[in-house]
């Protein structure tokens, strides 16, 4: 029997705690119209600090156990199911948090799969990438341009697609002015689309590092919200905003930077104390992209009109990644690599 190793998650807590454990498990066999991947790399996802630590045990996440979190993934084919067409082995490809969708449903028919009742999600409902292989469903898996560098690559499946899906709701363009809150792995992907259309981009954070680096990025402005008086001279002056952290303060300071008239879309849990309806105000919730747009996402990278920042751990060092990020100790998205997978 072939066996791997793999960050699992046998009991949820605190990741001080160590709730994570790199250990041997089996190595999994690719069924009909599924790909067994190496795994070259996986970002680090708050959404998987989330359920590592037990937030979302309510709620029935993570649904298996153990199991191996992770859902920003990169690799190579390593074995192909029967019935598949378009992968050979030793392909580069990734996988995003959309794992698989029923394929029947108004959703699915409708290029918003996203949205399916029963899709399933990477590394939440099945093993994800924070190990040397994973499984994926060949149709819900993406060619890599061979332009990009497949570590740098992984956060494009779950900030690069949350991005796009956020920036594809809106018409964004020149003339127009958008205030991004939050500038982390998601923020900073997001900023880099906004600039692309040409809009104004103000970049909103609490994080020194994470104000260098939209800057670097094209934002016009950077405004550091531990200053009232930065927050207050925005005040009613974006056409646009887009929210990526997901606290109440946050979400104040987001709505009253946003203009009568205006429109904001999260990507984040919202409560919103205070709606004014005679503001006309607009707020949009958004999660992840069609498969379409993940290929858009793709190729923009490959184009090089978007990039990610990435800070790069070994696989094992995955407890390390987290707490970093749980700690806000990071200048962007962690990404966790397979040394031996890694050309
Ligand atoms: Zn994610
Ligand atoms: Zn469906």
Redesign the pocket.
């Known amino acids: 029997m072939a066996m791997m190793h793999a960050n699992q998650l046998f009991t949820p807590g605190p990741i001080g705690s160590d709730p994570l454990t790199w250990t041997e498990k089996e190595r999994p066999e690719a069924g009909p119209g599924q790909l067994l991947i190496e795994v070259v790399a996986c970002g680090v996802c708050r959404s998987n600090l989330h359920m590592i630590e037990g937030d979302w045990v309510d709620g029935g996440v993570p649904a298996i156990s153990p199991i191996v979190p992770g859902h920003e993934v990169t690799g190579r084919v390593a074995a192909v199911g029967d019935g598949v067409q378009g992968f050979a082995i030793g392909d580069p490809v990734g996988v995003q948090p959309l794992y698989w969708?029923?394929?029947?449903?108004e959703?699915?028919a409708s290029d918003r799969?996203q949205l399916?009742?029963?899709?399933v999600i990477t590394g939440e409902h099945v093993d994800g990438g924070y190990g040397e292989f994973m499984l994926s469903w060949a149709d819900y898996t993406f060619h890599v341009p061979v332009a990009l560098d497949l570590v740098d690559a992984a956060p494009l499946f779950c900030p690069g697609i949350t991005s796009y899906g956020v920036i594809d709701k809106i018409d964004l363009g020149p003339g127009q002015v958008v205030a991004i809150f939050g500038l982390g792995g998601v923020g900073h992907m997001a900023l880099q689309m906004a600039v692309a259309t040409g809009a104004e981009v103000i970049a909103v954070g609490r994080t020194r590092a994470h104000l260098d680096v939209a800057l670097e990025l094209g934002a016009a402005k950077v405004v550091d919200s531990t200053d009232a008086a930065e927050l207050a001279a925005i005040e009613d002056s974006a056409d646009v905003v887009l929210t990526f952290a997901g606290s109440d303060e946050v979400t104040r300071q987001a709505m009253s930077t946003l203009k009568w008239g205006g429109t904001l879309v999260s990507a984040v849990p919202l409560n919103v104390e205070e709606f004014h309806f005679n503001k006309q105000q607009t707020i949009k919730g958004s999660i992840l992209g069609n498969r379409e747009q993940m290929n858009a996402v793709l190729a923009m990278a490959a184009e090089g009109r978007i990039r990610t920042v990435v800070e790069r751990f070994p696989m094992q060092d995955a407890t390390t990644a987290l707490a970093r990020l749980a700690a806000g100790d990071l200048r962007s998205r962690a990404v966790l690599f397979n040394p031996g997978a890694v050309e």
Do not use: S, V, W
Request: a negative charge.
């Open positions: 969708a029923c394929g029947d449903c959703f699915c799969e399916c009742h029963q899709r």
